[in-house]
């Protein structure tokens, strides 16, 4: 998060911490199912070359050009391209992700901060089970209710995002409030909220309060440890300063590592039930 209204503060959009020679700009997209998928691509400049050249590989665009290019035509000339690169970097990244194709039958998978719960689908009783969800060890109950019209499927969407977001709201508090207390920022820390945005992993105030998608869970924990160093680190450094990434660095010293991998598979972290 930045102080500048215009900056895109998602982690999930971070770019390149060495911004010259190469420069990098962000570019929101809508997939085929309205979701916001974003990419930011690396410019390579070259006095060499003569036109403008786009390449996807790795889940990675670059763009190519030559040393005088305007900024304003190569996003142009993105523009232009996105439904081609969306296309290229949807293949890429489910074949890089496996997230996406979780099931929700029982004894489907599913990752939960680092670790994997196994669905086991139940008749709701007839005394309501709370949320109608209940971990035990590493299975994940799931009580669903005879009467209601919804489809399988749906039922269980929307019992796991019950249950995801109920455990997001109290793992990333208490992880923000010891990563605060780490870094002598305890004091400052306002509250944390759990909200599910398209664009954004987290988000810091500048009253201190933090945001975070609940869709982070998902995540292996290390990456969702990076997600809370990040903006509990914006609690002191209010941009993407060098000094606010030696801060980051300083309690997550792999934070490339985890930013690449958010940036990788951060598409695929969602629990929905595919288009027929
Ligand atoms: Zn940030």
Redesign the pocket.
């Known amino acids: ?2 102080n500048s209204s215009r900056h895109v ?3 999930s959009v ?1 770019l390149a911490s060495k911004p010259t020679p190469r420069q990098a700009q962000d570019v929101a997209l809508l997939s085929n199912d309205g979701a916001e998928i974003d990419f930011c691509y690396r410019l390579r400049r070259s006095a060499k070359r003569k036109t403008l050249e786009i390449r996807v590989s790795d889940g990675q665009v670059t763009v190519a050009a030559p040393t005088l290019a305007p900024l304003k035509s190569i996003d142009a000339f993105v523009q232009s391209r996105r439904h081609w690169v969306l296309s290229k970097l949807c293949e890429q990244r489910s074949a890089l992700n496996v997230i996406q194709a979780r099931g929700f039958e029982a004894g489907a998978q599913w990752p939960y901060c680092g670790e994997m719960l196994t669905l086991a689908i139940e008749c709701e009783p007839q005394k309501k089970v709370g949320s109608g969800v209940i971990r035990e060890g590493s299975t994940l109950h799931i009580y669903l209710s005879g009467r209601s019209q919804k489809p399988h499927d749906e039922q269980v969407v929307d019992r796991l995002t019950q249950w995801y977001k109920q455990e997001a709201s109290v793992v990333l508090a208490e992880k923000s409030r010891d990563m605060a207390h780490r870094l002598g920022l305890a004091s400052i820390l306002g509250n944390i909220k759990i909200r599910q945005t398209k664009t954004r992993w ?3 105030t500048s009253k201190g309060d933090l945001q975070f998608n609940w869709l982070i869970m998902l995540a292996p924990e290390p990456v969702i440890d990076y997600l809370v160093a ?2 509990v ?2 609690l002191r450094h209010f941009n ?1 300063s060098r000094a ?1 990434w030696t801060l980051v660095e300083s309690v997550c010293p792999e934070f490339r590592q985890h930013r690449q991998w958010l940036k990788l598979h951060g598409p695929g972290l969602r629990i929905q039930v595919p288009a027929r």
Do not use: P, Q
Request: include cysteine.
């Open positions: 998060m930045a503060n998602s982690v971070v987290g988000h810091c990040h903006e680190c914006h993407h606010f």
